[in-house]
């Protein structure tokens, strides 16, 4: 993790129609049209304040919250799925995580989820879907401790793999609590291998951990077979474990 960022914790703180117009025409209007697109992410995207750290990527915070056995769609998790705010600075993550709840004083099916500014944490995002995650299921009261950390490593750049991370994911459930990372591409082996391996060493996890490798295609994919078996509810999007009792 770079030094700014350590330093700083311990203070607790469109169609192509050619029938109309010339192709120069054409041409100006699309100019217009990307350059009104490109200001108005640039207005929405947050920025570093003057004389803060900034990270090397914006992140957008996101919690979800849902009762268990309750039949969900894509469209009612999306609704359900709410927006904490995005920050691009280690002064502006501090505001924000240093006013929120920790994970292990969560009730219910409740999660946190921390992506980097633009994706959305569903395995139908662009960025998600030819991905993967590494799932940890931890005990109860270990949760807050382990998503502190997983987060600190992720925004500190401590994986080391260039663009290749998404988000991160911890999910609050009754008897156990599960933790996940998610990157963008799951059949690139000495990626995910190297993203394990860092997981392992920025949690402290015992040798005997169970750490799960999952795609975001076989996810969608058991969801559809439970969906067609049990007569048509799924949750696309979220942890099966939030509805199913396993992940």
Same mark, same amino acid.
């Given at each position: 993790?770079?030094?700014?960022?350590?330093?700083?914790?311990?203070?607790?703180?469109?169609?192509?129609?050619?029938?109309?117009?010339?192709?120069?025409?054409?041409?100006?209007?699309?100019?217009?049209?990307?350059?009104?697109?490109?200001?108005?992410?640039?207005?929405?995207?947050?920025?570093?304040?003057?004389?803060?750290?900034?990270?090397?990527?914006?992140?957008?915070?996101?919690?979800?919250?849902?009762?268990?056995?309750?039949?969900?769609?894509?469209?009612?998790?999306?609704?359900?799925?709410?927006?904490?705010?995005?920050?691009?600075?280690?002064?502006?993550?501090?505001?924000?995580?240093?006013?929120?709840?920790?994970?292990?004083?969560?009730?219910?099916?409740?999660?946190?989820?921390?992506?980097?500014?633009?994706?959305?944490?569903?395995?139908?995002?662009?960025?998600?879907?030819?991905?993967?995650?590494?799932?940890?299921?931890?005990?109860?009261?270990?949760?807050?401790?382990?998503?502190?950390?997983?987060? %600190?490593?992720? %925004?500190?750049?401590?994986?080391?793999?260039?663009?290749?991370?998404?988000?991160?994911?911890?999910?609050?459930?009754?008897?156990?609590?599960?933790?996940?990372?998610?990157?963008?591409?799951?059949?690139?082996?000495?990626?995910?291998?190297?993203?394990?391996?860092?997981?392992?060493?920025?949690?402290?996890?015992?040798?005997?951990?169970?750490?799960?490798?999952?795609?975001?295609?076989?996810?969608?994919?058991?969801?559809?077979?439970?969906?067609?078996?049990?007569?048509?509810?799924?949750?696309?999007?979220?942890?099966?474990?939030?509805?199913?009792?396993?992940?």
């Amino acid at each position: 993790m770079n030094n700014k960022f350590d330093a700083l914790k311990d203070d607790d703180s469109g169609d192509h129609d050619q029938e109309q117009g010339s192709p120069k025409d054409n041409e100006k209007e699309k100019l217009e049209d990307d350059d009104k697109e490109q200001s108005i992410t640039r207005r929405k995207m947050v920025v570093p304040g003057p004389g803060e750290h900034p990270l090397q990527y914006n992140y957008t915070f996101w919690y979800s919250r849902r009762t268990p056995g309750r039949p969900a769609s894509t469209q009612s998790y999306e609704q359900n799925i709410k927006q904490i705010g995005s920050f691009a600075s280690v002064e502006q993550f501090w505001r924000f995580y240093s006013h929120m709840i920790r994970p292990g004083d969560l009730t219910g099916h409740s999660d946190f989820h921390l992506f980097k500014e633009g994706i959305k944490p569903m395995w139908e995002d662009d960025a998600n879907k030819m991905g993967g995650k590494w799932i940890i299921r931890l005990r109860k009261g270990l949760a807050s401790r382990c998503w502190e950390n997983l987060i %600190l490593a992720m %925004l500190g750049e401590q994986f080391m793999v260039g663009e290749e991370i998404c988000g991160a994911v911890v999910s609050v459930r009754f008897q156990e609590d599960i933790i996940s990372i998610w990157n963008k591409t799951a059949s690139d082996q000495a990626t995910t291998a190297r993203i394990r391996d860092t997981l392992r060493r920025v949690l402290n996890l015992p040798p005997n951990t169970i750490m799960e490798y999952k795609t975001h295609t076989d996810s969608i994919k058991y969801v559809c077979v439970l969906k067609r078996r049990v007569g048509g509810w799924t949750s696309p999007g979220q942890d099966t474990s939030a509805w199913i009792g396993t992940v």
